[in-house]
């Protein structure tokens, strides 16, 4: 659309991208970003080559649907997104020496680094071991599964120790204090109630 003056009407377009950063920094020729999903391939070709130089050989696109978590009983969802993957005509570096790239290789390294203490630990015969998965992994054996802080030292004798349990010393069940018992051995059984 022209104006009654008679001037050009430049089209600016809000395309907001969100650059990937690429694994090296040297020898670019492919890289990927993100966008909003309203964004053609068309439109961000034309925003890389007009705002930002580049030769862009190819745009290949992809609709991402934003990740979501279920809190209690609420549905939290980061918005939606498209993913656009494009090829440079002639590769591209980037200097090192730029602010944000050593700190992004330095958190990269670091995460590296965090992710291979996790999933190997030493185990008591000297292997390498996996981590455990699970929150309960080892809880039995220290003795502290669905306890109380004050009830513990308590729980550990008579649960885990084998000591005196309500009924008396000798835990209810009758039988050797060798033999292993079950928590529940104690417990009166129905037929006595029902009179």
Do not use: C
């Not at 599964?145 to 004798?157: L, P, Q």
């Amino acid at each position: 659309m022209g104006s009654r003056v008679g001037g050009r009407v430049i089209h600016f377009l809000n395309l907001p991208i969100k650059l990937q950063m690429p694994k090296t920094l040297t020898n670019i020729t492919e890289f990927s970003l993100k966008t909003i999903p309203s964004a053609s391939k068309i439109e961000i070709k034309r925003v890389l080559e007009t705002l930002y130089g580049f030769d862009v050989d190819e745009v290949r696109t992809l609709n991402m649907e934003g990740k979501k978590k279920q809190r209690g009983g609420i549905l939290l969802a980061k918005p939606d997104y498209k993913k656009a993957y494009v090829t440079l005509r002639s590769p591209l570096s980037v200097s090192p020496d730029l602010f944000p790239v050593k700190l992004v290789e330095e958190e990269r390294r670091r995460i590296e680094e965090r992710q291979v203490k996790r999933t190997t630990l030493v185990g008591e015969d000297g292997d390498k071991v996996a981590a455990p998965r699970q929150w309960l992994d080892g809880a039995f054996r220290r003795g502290y599964v669905g306890v109380r802080a004050e009830e513990r030292g308590r729980w550990r004798k008579s649960f885990v120790g084998g000591g005196a349990r309500r009924g008396g010393a000798g835990g209810g069940g009758g039988g050797e204090e060798g033999k292993a018992r079950f928590p529940w051995s104690s417990m009166r059984g129905q037929r006595n109630r029902a009179g």
